[in-house]
T-cell receptor
């Protein structure tokens, strides 16, 4: 019940296209859902995060869509650019995970010029 | 003005050796973490620690031990290194329940 399932494992998108990465969770006690971005040779960095009281959060070209009833959330990258090529991780946490982040398996995104 | 720093960046060692990785944060955070990232990029929490509580992932072998000399440092000691310990180890820090900031990672190779 503590798992966060992320898909796809890898994704190739043409420059200018929309990249979509999906995550699903089981634990209804989760109350914070961040996305992290990791470039090769670097540590993950927080990209955008959402709490379950809203269904969408947008920051520039990055949007999180959140469906509480389906227990799913997704990252949309609009007008994808080669510089967006990275590994993306979704995560979740709540009181019964001791507020430790439970991580998805990661998605390697490649944006083709 | 590095936020979370780790040393060394690369560590190559023989099986059976004991090694340490150092981590320092200058963000004034009260919680620090160690993660292991394997070759498939899976991120696994190993420890989280603040000045009150150490939370250990139960799957972490007791050959791994965190040591915190003060709030800004959380070092990772590994005894009797094994081939399967080869991975990238990340230190991170946060305010309690806040955003986690990661260090640049230490690539450990056990021969």
């Amino acid at each position: 019940q503590q798992q966060v399932k992320q898909s796809p494992q890898s994704l190739i998108v043409q420059k200018g296209g929309i990249s979509i990465i999906n995550c699903a969770y089981e634990n209804t006690a989760f109350d914070y859902f961040p996305w992290y971005q990791q470039f090769p040779g670097k540590g993950p960095a927080l990209l955008i995060a959402i709490r379950p009281d809203v269904s969408e959060k947008k920051e520039g070209r990055f949007t999180i869509s959140f469906n509480k009833s389906a227990k799913q959330f997704s990252l949309h990258i609009m007008d994808s650019q080669p510089g967006d090529s990275a590994t993306y991780f979704c995560a979740a946490r709540g009181w019964d995970s001791n507020y430790q982040l439970i991580w998805g398996a990661g998605t390697k995104l490649i944006i083709k010029p | 003005d590095t936020a979370v720093s780790q040393t060394p960046k690369y560590l190559v060692t023989q099986m059976g050796n004991d090694k340490s990785i150092k981590c320092e944060q200058n963000l004034g955070h009260d919680t620090m973490y160690w993660y292991k990232q394997d070759s498939k990029k899976f991120l696994k929490i190993m420890f989280s620690y603040n000045n009150k509580e150490l939370i250990i992932n139960e799957t972490v072998p007791n050959r791994f031990s965190p040591k915190s000399p003060d709030k800004a440092h959380l070092n990772l000691h590994i005894n009797s290194l094994e081939l399967g310990d080869s991975a990238v180890y990340f230190c991170a820090s946060s305010r309690s329940k806040g955003e986690q900031f990661f260090g640049p990672g230490t690539r450990l190779t056990v021969l």
